[in-house]
């Protein structure tokens, strides 16, 4: 297991449908983090997860927007009904003590 | 809230040249990060700064972490066009490195750097 690892890397959809991300991240990590990341911008946190407890979610962007760790290793990201605003890089993030980064999900809204 | 400011938001300059990027934050805080984004791709962690003092080097580039100042600089030493890429710090204030408040990122800076 050598890093956090993010599926799809690239996804397009059209205005309205759901989309959901995987994250899995290191196999010891047991603190996984979701960021968004507009273009020109800092990523921006949205969600924190010790094991499956979800300890922070007041920062996701709205209730279109949930996440899941149901076992405490692999998470998801969903967006329902998405919109062109929606269209970012996804960045999930494991931590022991450090954080490491995945390659993201670039989501691109039609 | 806390809120990470960097400067310059936008840096081109020759190779050779020396430069610094300064980050400041506005909370207490003892953790601070540092990250290279090439464009497209995902954070690079450059270093990892936990106390006040603290000074890291890893060949052109050199952070440091003024806690009482709140202020993290990354100098870059006779620049080469391969470090041309966005730079991100990210203030960290949980006590152990990985809390609830996760990582509060910086603008970045978009560096060029041309031969």
């Known amino acids: 297991d050598t890093g956090v690892s993010q599926d799809p890397r690239h996804k397009i959809t059209k205005r309205g449908q759901n989309v959901t991300f995987r994250c899995d991240p290191i196999?010891?990590?047991?603190?996984l983090y979701w960021y968004r990341q507009t273009l020109g911008q800092g990523p921006e946190f949205l969600t924190y997860?010790?094991?499956?407890?979800?300890?922070?979610k007041s920062r996701l962007l709205s209730d279109r927007f949930s996440a899941e760790r149901p076992k405490g290793s692999f998470s998801t990201l969903e967006i329902q009904r998405t919109e062109q605003g929606d269209s970012a890089m996804y960045l999930c993030?494991?931590?022991?003590?450090?954080?490491?980064f995945g390659s993201g999900t670039r989501l691109t809204v039609v | 809230e806390l809120k990470v400011e960097q400067n310059p938001l936008f840096l081109s300059m020759q190779e050779g040249k020396n430069y610094t990027i300064y980050c400041n934050y506005s909370?207490?805080?003892?953790?601070l990060y540092w990250y290279r984004q090439d464009p497209g791709k995902s954070l690079e962690s450059l270093f990892v700064?936990?106390?006040?003092?603290a000074v890291k080097q890893e060949g052109r580039l050199m952070a440091s972490l003024d806690t009482k100042a709140r202020l993290s600089t990354l100098h870059i030493t006779a620049a080469v066009h391969d470090l041309s890429a966005t730079y991100f710090c990210?203030?960290?204030?949980?006590?152990?490195?990985?809390?609830?408040?996760?990582?509060?990122f910086g603008k970045g800076t978009h560096l060029i750097i041309q031969p």
């Open positions: 993030a494991s931590s022991n003590y450090g954080y490491t």
């Open positions: 196999s010891e990590h047991n603190r």
């Open positions: 997860f010790q094991n499956e407890a979800q300890l922070e």
């Open positions: 909370t207490t805080s003892d953790r």
């Open positions: 700064l936990l106390s006040n003092g």
């Open positions: 990210a203030v960290d204030i949980s006590d152990s490195g990985g809390g609830a408040d996760g990582l509060t």
